[in-house]
């Protein structure tokens, strides 16, 4: 089946500590976003890649780092400087750099600091 | 910067009603909206995708408009069903180069269909 993995689907991370959130997909899309939802919040964009070995920062990259080596993966760490890390975060990805196409979801990771 | 809103919040309806969500923005200079439906801890499943040329999109009980003119977009919900239950989102992406297809949200609609 098509689609968008994320993993895990719960994290916990300690004060201090660097997190990797994985988001791997197999619909051949070019380009992948990373979202940050806060309860009663729309999402918000955090970083995006349209390209291999390419991305750009979005609304709230602070504290935030990204890594495009492969089409297919797009993971998210979130360092010891984002100061309120504990949210719902969401991978996206569409095909095209021009925009116009249809967004695709993963069903997200839900990062809490213990 | 782009702005999106949805009214209402929140909404409850009886089992059978036709029901209209609301969604506005800022700057008409869009590629596309999107709608997009979420279950509680749940990942967006796209519901609608509507062009910047189009007015229009159906997909079954649903059924979005866009007038991209005066920034507004409409999600249609005929005859509801409690398993439609959700929060409704909005979203659009920027019409300019090397933007992608990065998005905009409002902060959604919470929809309730009581049986």
């Known amino acids: 089946d098509g689609g968008i993995t994320q993993s895990p689907k719960y994290l916990f991370r300690k004060e201090g500590q660097n997190v990797t959130l994985s988001c791997e997909q197999n619909?051949?899309?070019?380009?992948m976003y990373w979202y940050r939802q806060d309860p009663g919040q729309g999402l918000r964009l955090i970083y995006y890649s349209q390209i291999v070995n390419d991305f750009q920062k979005g609304d709230i990259a602070e504290g935030y780092s990204v890594s495009r080596e492969k089409k297919e993966s797009f993971p998210l760490t979130v360092t010891s400087a984002q100061k309120n890390p504990t949210a719902f975060y969401l991978c996206a990805s569409s095909f095209a750099v021009g925009g116009g196409t249809e967004a695709f979801f993963g069903q997200g990771t839900r990062l809490t600091v213990v | 910067k782009q702005e999106v809103t949805q009214i209402p919040a929140a909404l409850s309806v009886p089992e059978g009603e036709n029901l209209v969500l609301n969604c506005s923005f800022t700057d008409s200079a869009i590629y596309n909206l999107q709608w997009f439906r979420q279950d509680p801890g749940k990942g967006l499943t796209s519901l609608l995708l509507i062009q910047s040329s189009q007015r229009e999109q159906t997909s079954g009980r649903l059924n979005a408009s866009l007038d991209k003119s005066s920034g507004r977009s409409t999600l249609y919900i005929a005859a509801s069903q409690p398993g439609d239950s959700a929060t409704y989102l909005c979203a659009v992406s920027p019409h300019r180069m090397n933007a992608g297809n990065m998005l905009t949200f409002g902060g959604g609609t919470r929809l309730m269909v009581k049986p």
């Open positions: 619909l051949n899309h070019d380009a």
